[in-house]
C-alpha cells in the first residue's frame, strides 16, 4: 500500500489497474470531504470482486467472523438476489481506525466514486458520533473480529468440544444479542466475576464478634432468628434495580443445562468465553443499529452532494449514478436511507431559513404577524443567490480572484496559477469552507425557493419572542447581507456529534416535515382485519417512529429477579409500553434463554386480549374494540410451557402509561 | 472452515428448520402463497428474539405523492423495509424467509408426513403418439428391417451348425470305419452336429489311399488336434452366415397412449350468516392444502369454487375465502350448481372428480336428506367430502354432517371430517384423503 494512495488490490492485473483508476477519484473525495467540513477517518480501500464482495457482505462487512450458518445464509441470499436484481453497487465501509472499505472491480466508475464518497461521509460519522465512541474511541474492530474468529474456531475443532454444541450455544446467545445495555458504553466483564455467595457462617461469626452476653444472644438472636436470617439471605433477590444487559446477568450468574444429569452445572470455560466474545460484538455493533437513519441518510448527503453538486461524476457517469442513487433510495415503504436523507436536509433548510428569519425580523416594518405580505421573497432569495465567483469558479480568468477572500483558499489559488490544478475537473478546490458554503447554500436550491416563504405563522411567533432589537436594518439587503451561510452546515455537524436516531427523530421531525413527505401512521385493524392509515398528525408519525428506533425497535425486555421463587430461577420483565409482546417469539426466545441459566425462567408481560364478543359487536358497528389488558406470566422449565394469569398489581409497575403508541383516532373505538 | 462451510451448515440448518409441514398447515400464514406456489415460512432466519407483536405495532408508511387519508386501507407493510438493501455491517437482513415448494414437491411431503399414497389415476387419452422403434414385425419396409437382429440369429444359426470338420474327416481315415460308423459316432458320442450327407460326400471325397491311415479311433485323436468353434472362427474367419427369412425382421414405433392424470376439484363453502370468521379460516385452511396436494398430483388441476347460502354462485378463488353473506342454508343448491358444471366440462370418463364441501353443517330442514344425499350419489366422483367447522362444539339443529355420515358411512368415495380448531386440520386432512386411498 503506498502512503498517498490507500488502495490495496490483488497481485492481478486487472485488479491493479482498477485501482489505478480508483485512485484519483479517492484522493479528490477525501480532500473534498474535508473541504466540506467533514473530518473522517482515513479510509483504506480494498478492491474485490464480486464474490467477494457476496463474501464480505455475508460476513457483515469483515474478512474474518467466527464460523456460523447465518453467514452462510446471507451469502446465499445475496447470491440470489444478485441474480435477479443485478449486481448494485453495494457499499461496506468498517467503523474503524482506519476504515476499511470495499470497491466491486466489475462497478461502474460512477458507482465506484458513488461508494467513494458515501464512504467518505459514513467515516466521518463513524469517526465523530459519540455513540461510535462509546465502544471505542479508537476501534481496532477487524483484528478484534478476527481474533474472535480465532477462538470460536479452535473450541469448534478441539476434539473435546462437539462442534455441534458450540454452534448451538452461539444460537443461543445470538437470540439475546439485541438485550445489552446499549446506553451504557461497554465494559467487559471480569473473567473471574461470578456470582456472589451470601455466607451465613460469617453472620454467626460477626455476631459473637458483638460481644453480646450469652442471655441477650439466646433472647434475642435465637437459633430461630439466625435461620430467619439464613432463609432471608437465601432469598435475596437480584439484581437490585432491574438490568437490561440479559447477556451480561447471563455471563455472571447463568449456567447450563446438563441434560443427562438433568440438572444446572456450572458453565464450561468456552462457554463463557464465547458469551463474552458475542457479547462484545453485540456492542461493537450496536452503534450503528442505533444511528442507521442518521448515519445513512448523513452518507447520502454529502455522497450527492459531492456527486451532483461538485460534478464529482462526469457527465456521462450521472446517468448511472442518479440510477445507483435511486435504487437505493427508492425502495418504497419506509426507508432509512430517504428519511435519513430527508430528515438531514429538513434540518439545513430549517436552521438556515431560522437565521434568515431572524434578521428579516430585524427589518424596520416587518413583523412576525405581516411577514408573509411584507416580505418580498424573491427579493431574498436574490440576495442569498452565490453571486458567481464561488457559483462559477474557476472558469473564468483566476488573476480577477482575490486571495484575500474569505471564500478563497489562498494556498490552491497560487497552485492554480501555477497550473498545478485541474480546474475543470475541481474548480472546488479554489474555495475556501467558507466559499463552498456559499456555493452549496440550501435556500436558494430550485427545490428549496419556496422553503423560507412556507415558514408558519407560529414559527414566527416563537422566533420574534426572542428579538429585542427589531429595527435594525432598513432594508433586506442591509439585514441579509451578514448572513452566516454556514449555519445549516454548522448544525448539521453538531447534531451528528451527539444524537441517535430516537433524539434526532424526537427533535426534528415536525408536521411541515410530514406533510412534506407525506408520512403517515397506520394501525391493523382487528375489525377488518386489515392494516390502515391511521394519522398525518407529526406527533403520532414520531411516537411510531420512536416505537421503530427506540432499543433496536425491540421490546425491553430486563431481568428483574435471579432469584425467583427463590429457587435461582431466572425472572424477566417485559416493560410494557402499551404494544403486546409477540407471545410465539417469545416462547421461543425462552427456551433460549433457559439454556443459559439452566433452570427455570419465567417472563412478566402483559397481553392484550380481545374478547369473541366484543370483536363482533366492534365489527358490525364498524369500530375497533378495545382489548383487555392482563398481566401474564409464561415460565419454561426445560419441558414444558405454563401461562398464566397474574393479578395487575403484580405487573403495574411494567405498565408504562406516558405514552400512547396507538394511533388509531378516538372515534374509532367500539 | 470458512465460507464453503458456513453454506454448507446453512443448508443443513436451513433444511431442519423449515416449518413442519403440519403445524404450517395449521397455523402457518397461508396467505404468503398462491396455488401453484407454496410458501412455507423459514425459522431458521430469524433466531427467535424478543419482539413486538407485528400487527398492535403499527407503523409508519410514506405516500408516493400524497398521503393516504386516515381510514385508507394501505396494504400489508412490505417486510424488511426498515432494513434498508444494503449489506450494512451488523445488519441482519428481511424479516421473513419462506421456503418456496411447488404443489408437486408438497403433496410429496404431506404424503410422507401422513402416511398416504394416493396414485392419481389417468382418465383422458390426449393422443396416442409413435414411441421408438421398439416393437418388430415379420414383414415391413425394407428400410425398417432389423438387421443387426437377422445377423445374429444368422451367426447362431452358424455356430449352432458348426463343427470341426477336420476332425470328422480325419475319423473317416480310420481303418474300418464307414460313414455309417462315423455318423453315429459324431452324432452319439461326439455330439456334433453333422449331416448323414455331409459325412457321405466327405467320404466320397476323401482319397482312397488315405482310407485307413490310423489303426484305431485312439491312434486318431493323438494325431489330431481338435480346434474349437471359436478358434476356427478366428482363424478362418466367417465366410458365410446363413441367413434365413425366418429371422427377418421388421421394426416398427411403439404407440404409446398418453394418459393425462386431470383432476377437476369443486369447493363448495357455505357463506352464510353463521359462517362466522373462525369458521372461515378453518375452511381455508383445510381446502387450501388440500387444493395444493391434488394440484401437486396430478398432471392438469382445474378448479371450481361455489359459494352458497340458500343459492349458489361459483366465484374466483381470491374471494372464495373472504365472502360472507347473509341468507339462509340451503346445501343442495351448490351441490345443483356443481353437477350442472361437472356434467358441462368435466366428464367423469376423462377427469378424476373431487367435490369438496364445508360449512357448519346447519342445512334447512329436510334438504340434506331429500335432495343433497340423492345428489352426492348421483355426481360421480372419485370422492366426495364433507367438511364440518364447529369451533364451539355442536350446534342442536346442525346435523347435515351426521346425515351424510349415516348414510354413506364406511363407504369409501365419501368422507365426513370434523373440524373445530386448527389442530384438527391436518387429521381432516388425512381423513379425507385416506378415504379415496383405501378404495384402491
Known sequence: MSDDTPITAPEDIEMQREAERLEEPVREAAALAKKLGLNPFPVNYWIVDYDEMNELIAYGGFQQRYPHWRWGMTYDRQQKQGQFLGGKAFEIVNNDNPAHAFLQISNALADQKAVITHVEAHSDFFANNKWFGMFSDDPDAAAQLARHGETIQEYMQDPEIERAEVEKWIDHILCLEDNIDQHKPYAPLDPD???PEVDTEELSDELGDLQLSEE?????????WLDAQRDDDDATTFPDEPQRDILAFLRTHGMQYD?????????????????????TEAYYFAPQKMTKVMNEGWASYWESLMMADENFAASDEFITYADHMSKVLGSGGLNPYSLGLQLWKFVENTTNRRHVVEELLCVDGITWRNFHDTVDFEAVLAELEPDPMVASIGSDSLDAIDADDPRVDAEALEAARNGEIDLQQYPWK???YEGMCKRHYSLTKPENRGFVSRISMGELEQISRYMFDDSKYDSIEAALSGIDYAAGWDRMREIRESHNDVTFLDEFLTQEFVDEHNYFTYEYMQSSGDYRATSTDYLDVKKKLMLQFTNFGKPTIVVSDGNYRNRNELLLEHQYNGVALDIGQAKDTLQRVFELWGRPVALRTISKEYDDHDLEVARRRDREPEPKEQGIEIRYDGREFTREDVEWSEVEHLAATDVDYDTKPEEWLA | MGLRDDIERYKDVGEDRRQDLSEFIQYGDLGQSRRDEVN???KIIDLPE????QRDMGGVGQGDGGTPEPGDPV????PGDEDGEDGDPGEEGGEHEYYEMDPEEFAEELDEQLGLDLDPKGKKVIEEKEGDF?????????????FERLFKKGLKRKLAMDFDRDYVRAALQIDGWGPAKVFEWARQQENLPVSRAWIESAYEELPRDERGTYASLEEMETDIERTSTAQRIRRDGIDQVPFRREDERYRYPEIIEEREKNVVVVNIRDVSGSMRQKKRELVERTFTPLDWYLQGKYDNAEFVYIAHDADAWEVERDDFFGIRSGGGTRISSAYELAKERLDEEFPFSEWNRYVFAAGDSENSSNDTEDKVIPLMQEIDANLHAYVETQPSGNAINATHAEEVQQHFGGSDDVAVAYISSPEDVTDAIYEILSTEEDNE
Open chain 1, 216 to 224: 441477650v444472644r439466646q433472647e434475642v438472636f435465637d437459633e430461630e
Open chain 1, 430 to 432: 479554489l474555495l475556501s
Open chain 2, 50 to 53: 424478543f419482539e413486538y407483536d
Open chain 1, 193 to 195: 466475576d461470578d456470582a
Open chain 1, 259 to 279: 441434560t443427562d444429569a438433568e440438572k444446572a452445572i456450572e458453565m464450561k470455560e468456552w462457554q463463557k468465553e464465547i458469551l463474552e466474545i458475542l457479547r
Open chain 2, 134 to 146: 421398439t416393437d418388430l414385425t415379420r414383414t415391413g419396409p425394407t428400410g425398417t428391417l432389423d
Open chain 2, 40 to 42: 412455507i415460512p423459514i
Open chain 2, 75 to 78: 396494504g400489508e407493510p412490505e
